[in-house]
């Protein structure tokens, strides 16, 4: 495990300056991860409320009364110090039997454990993006708007923090078409996260070094941390898989793995692995035109293509994690990335017929 202490630390600033903010990654970018630890660390000076959409199902945002409930119902499956009269007003909300529950009912009962509670309120919601093409979520994003400009005169939680792929600041444009609210995002209060999540060598180094403690393998950590940083740029899943296969495939009983070789070798492991991470990419890459001719344009034409954050397919390619920006151009994200993907345009029937492919398949090693 990397060491994210330092990371919490600059999290738990924000918090402590009351902000409210989302943290967008690529899938398998360690958010959940993070706001584990997160939890965690902020428990002593603050009460955590950690809750995950992905439990909620579509139906639960079909109107308010059943958001009511069924938020009410995770508040209570999830956190087991809640004062006696708030757990008793959220069970009477949770059951649903109660008609036309509206959501400002469960604000009033949220703001009334802010106000009576010894430490602030922080809440953290993951897989947010699960509820972006519903209204309600909308109008339950407004309401923690109010509060939040309201802070000054009633007590309201001290941070929100929404973790998702999706920025929900796009919201509004996602599921309302009318030209005044394409500017109007009900999450427009959040603050700019500027974390990075990516590993550096350094991270990886420290993972490494404990790793050696135990296991005493004789690598040398600095040279296996900059080669597996040099095919994964730091993107957290492949470092992790990438180590995984090398611990557990790899180095069985041997004491002398991790050598540069064995890093290789679980690279190419891991391009023929068969993983969410690849499938979630490919996927988008069929949903999403725009991304997919972006990235065929980076591999097969070698553009150099400059950094627009108004460019549709830019926006989402970074957003899905298939590139980087680096002195305002874009990039593929990473090395293991860019093989996956040349391997998979190559392997198109259309491809097939054109001099790259044959090029390609030439010097694929």
Sequence with gaps: MIDLSERLSEIKKMIDAGEYFTI????QYGKT???????EYLKSDYKVISLDFQTISYGDFENEEKFVAAFSNEILISEYDIPEDIRSTLLHLADGKERNVTLSVLFRTLLQWCRISEKPLVLIIDEVDTATNNHVFVDFLAQLRAYYLRRMQMPTFRSVILAGVYDVR???SKIRPEENHKTNSPWNIAAKFKIDMNFSVDDI????????????????????AEIIYSYTSGYPYLVSCLCKMID???KGESKTAWSKQDVLAAVKMLLNDKNPLFESLIGKLNEYPGVKNLIYRLLFRGENIGYNPDDSGIDMAEMF??????NGNVYIANRIFETRLYNMFLMSTDEQEK??????????N
């Design 170 to 172: 796009n919201v509004k």
């Design 321 to 326: 994690g298939f590139i980087k920006v680096r």
């Design 24 to 27: 967008n990654r690529a899938r």
């Design 33 to 39: 991860t993070l706001l584990a630890a997160l939890a």
């Design 205 to 224: 180094s420290g993972m490494l070094n404990e790793y050696e403690q135990d296991y005493q393998t004789g690598m040398d950590v600095v040279e296996i």
């Design 355 to 364: 001099d790259v492919y044959r090029e390609g398949a030439r010097l694929k």
């Design 248 to 250: 557990e495939d790899i």
